[in-house]
């Protein structure tokens, strides 16, 4: 029975690879087919924008997948890699790229050639480092390495200008690389449960933040009172389950800072506190209203990325338009 099952499932994603290359489509979705290989039929998908691989069974990645030069979207994530494809750095033209919950402990420093990366997720990978070279991706807004071995970070990460969510919870950090401080975009910043021993000074210089998790650190000691001042931009900066918050007086000066969090329990007078907060901030953020609030807040699980679609009508509409700035060479102007 399972011979059968594997036969109808590998006919199944030829169909779908066939179909791709009749209907000439942007988007490739083969993703949750237990698939052990790449089929060769992709190779014939020149046009692809997006290839959707995840939930698979792929141990490698096939020499072919270079010719999807004007590839945009690839996912890889839940997959059984156990080093990173370097096929993938022939893929100038991504913006996205999942690798999550693979075995995937280093980046090579030609990872930098991906130079319009807009999206990158590497969680639960086991990842030791990042190469300084990832200060080549100057377009990225969105990273997330949670759930590795990391230990330092690369002070290059200061060149990424365009970042606005970063999440590195659940790795080995002692510290941060001063040059953070001119991520001046940055929204997000989630560092929960590292072994940072104090609270990154380069904070109050970032002033787009608005959310920090640094819980469940080894921060033992307050930050001097005009450093706390100098957060007041953020709207949550959460320290609890750190061991300055098990001290009374701590927390009682901590208290004073309405965007300090020390617990994970709101009682009543934390949401009192919050709700003031909110209201005394409402003003300032009235031209930015529906940009950085409640959406931004939350990491999102892993398990709950999912960046495959479906290709159809409404889709194709998206793909082409991601081929305009590549088309636009072509226009002519008729007066």
């Known amino acids: 029975m399972n011979r059968i099952y594997q036969f109808f499932r590998h006919n199944h994603v030829l169909a779908i690879c066939e179909d791709a290359i009749d209907n000439k489509s942007f988007t490739l979705n083969l993703s949750r087919f237990e698939m052990p290989d790449v089929p060769d039929l992709v190779e014939k998908c020149p046009i692809l924008l997006k290839l959707f691989l995840n939930h698979n069974h792929l141990t490698k990645l096939p020499p072919i997948i270079a010719s999807l030069s004007r590839l945009q979207v ?36 030609e990872f930098g050639h991906l130079t319009q990366l807009e999206t990158f997720w590497c969680n639960n990978t086991g990842l030791l480092e990042i190469p300084e070279e990832i200060g080549n991706c100057h377009r990225l807004e969105t990273m997330g390495a949670r759930g590795n071995k990391l230990k330092n970070l690369p002070s290059s990460l200061g060149l990424l200008k365009n970042l606005r969510w970063l999440t590195l919870e659940s790795n080995e950090l002692t510290d941060v690389p001063a040059t953070m401080e001119a991520l001046v975009k940055l929204v997000h910043l989630n560092l929960k449960n590292n072994h940072l021993n104090e609270v990154p000074a380069c904070l109050r210089h970032m002033r787009k933040l608005q959310y920090v998790f640094l819980n469940n650190n080894h921060i033992q000691t307050i930050p001097a ?17 750190n061991p300055l918050c098990d001290e009374e007086a701590a927390r009682q ?48 699980a892993t398990s709950d990325l999912d960046t495959t679609d479906e290709s159809g009508p409404e889709n194709d509409l998206e793909d082409i338009s991601m081929l305009i700035p590549e088309l636009s060479r072509y226009i002519t102007n008729f007066t």
Do not use: A
Request: glycine fraction near 2%; charged fraction near 35%.
């Open 74 to 109: 690839l996912t890889l994530d839940y997959n059984r890699l156990d080093d990173f494809p370097m096929v993938i750095c022939q893929l100038t033209n991504l913006r996205i790229l999942n690798l999550s919950c693979n075995q995937i402990s280093k980046l090579p420093p």
């Open 225 to 241: 009172e005009e450093d706390l001042f100098g957060t007041r931009f953020v709207r949550i900066l959460n320290l609890s389950e």
């Open 253 to 300: 000066q901590l208290r004073e800072h309405l965007h300090i969090r020390c617990s994970e329990r709101l009682d009543t007078e934390g949401r009192q506190r919050l709700s003031r907060r909110s209201s005394e901030q409402s003003e300032d953020d009235e031209e930015e209203e529906g940009d950085v609030y409640s959406d931004w807040e939350n990491s999102i």
